[in-house]
């Protein structure tokens, strides 16, 4: 069976916006959320988000393609050009062999709702020509496919939350099993808008504490909901031998994958967590790790609501057994928000990261512990130690689970 690595890594994020600086804040507990700048907030309950900052589109492409995308594939444009560059593989691989998974949970809705506008206030022949292809949810996968001349599989997965995990994981099977070489895998989303924050904020998933210090706290007892996020995550996933092959730097090895459904509820997390325990321990098994388990390091899903953080502490607790308290486990959440389809891979890039550098990212604004969550959080403060397989989980509405293993390439 093929093996397959990571050879590069793409972030638009809250903290940063490439790689080093973003583990770097993350490290440090850098807390990215803030006020919303991007619309009045005056009649909303909800008034923190996590924002991309210091982020130029133009960096990567010219002022005209620029205005022909959404903001959600601006950021996939530019984290697949950060993980495309970094790994030197243009020019090394045949296009027919070169892959796109690339998705979001939502799609272009900065653009749906500017355009809905326009017909409300003008009529229909004031709605752009180019609304359509600005707006739908695999145009960033097909950008992307373009840009690097991609012709093998592209795969926009959406599973909601869980989008970005399950397109590395797909993309890291087409490549076990042969039907490409490389493929460019992650997500992205672009979401803080009044229409998304209102909708979230009535379903009750949202903080109502709007205190940006205070307010997205995972596995903490005072917890009451996720704050929104936004960016994009890429990994540049390639098969070992090609990599070799090249010289590439290897950032680790993708070892495991697992991917179930709770087929529970439609927004609620299975309450005895069924489904997230066998997708760590599919992932776990196919890794092939059989090491101690202080030092493996899982980036959980931790959304700061009350459901999901519980469950997730009794899944991994179903899949460790007595060896769950020793894994070290932190929320990048508490620092980037939910980043909603771009979460598993913008998680993914610091699971490897933190794997690279012997870092464990801290779970900030911990002060609360609940005995429903139990376990090594990793509270405020960043922990170095040697670590052998790194986990990333995800968990989308709908009960899609989706978990990654990490290891280091020998």
Do not use: W
């Not at 550098?357 to 960043?382: F, H, M, Q, S």
Request: glycine share 10%; charged share 20%; proline share 5%.
């Amino acid at each position: 069976m093929r093996r397959v690595v990571v050879t590069g890594l793409g972030i638009v994020s809250p903290v940063g916006c490439d790689p080093e600086t973003y583990f770097e804040n993350l490290s440090n507990g850098v807390n990215g959320i803030g006020y919303i700048t991007r619309f009045d907030t005056t009649d909303f309950r909800v008034r923190v988000a996590a924002e991309v900052k210091d982020f130029s589109i133009l960096e990567y492409v010219e002022k005209s393609e620029a205005r022909r995308m959404d903001l959600y594939t601006q950021y996939a444009v530019a984290a697949a050009d950060q993980a495309v560059k970094g790994s030197g593989i243009s020019g090394t691989v045949e296009p027919e062999r070169f892959g796109v998974y690339v998705g979001s949970g939502i799609g272009g809705i900065l653009t749906l709702v500017a355009e809905n506008e326009k017909l409300l206030n003008g009529g229909p022949r004031k709605v752009s020509p180019l609304f359509i292809p600005m707006m739908i949810g695999n145009i960033a996968a097909g950008t992307i496919a373009i840009r690097h001349n991609a012709q093998g599989p592209c795969l926009p997965v959406v599973t909601a939350c869980a989008t970005s995990t399950h397109a590395i994981g797909e993309a890291f099977r087409a490549i076990k099993y042969g039907h490409a070489d490389a493929v460019i895998a992650g997500g992205a989303e672009a979401a803080i808008t009044p229409l998304a924050v209102a909708g979230f904020t009535n379903c009750m998933a949202l903080s109502l504490r709007n205190d940006p210090d205070d307010c997205s706290i995972p596995f903490d007892r005072r917890r009451d909901g996720f704050v929104m996020g936004e960016g994009a995550g890429i990994l540049l996933l390639e098969e070992y031998e090609h990599a070799k092959k090249r010289n590439a730097v290897i950032y680790a090895e993708v070892a495991g994958y697992g991917n179930t459904c709770d087929a529970h509820h439609i927004t609620a997390p299975h309450p005895e967590a069924k489904g997230a325990a066998e997708a760590i321990r599919l992932a776990v098994a196919e890794s092939g790790y059989d090491g101690p388990n202080d030092r493996i390091y899982l980036n959980a899903h931790g959304t700061s609501t009350p459901l999901n953080d519980a469950a997730e502490t009794i899944a991994v607790k179903k899949a460790f057994g007595d060896g769950a308290k020793k894994i070290h486990i932190s929320s990048t959440k508490s620092m980037t928000g939910h980043m909603l389809g771009a979460a598993g891979a913008a998680e993914a890039v610091a699971a490897v990261m933190a794997l690279q550098n012997g870092i464990v990212p801290p779970t900030i604004g911990y002060k609360e512990p609940d005995e429903a969550c139990d376990l090594n959080y990793t509270p405020n403060r960043c922990v170095r130690t040697e670590l052998e397989l790194s986990l990333s989980s995800s968990f989308g509405f709908g009960g899609h689970n989706g978990v990654l293993a990490f290891r280091k390439a020998n």
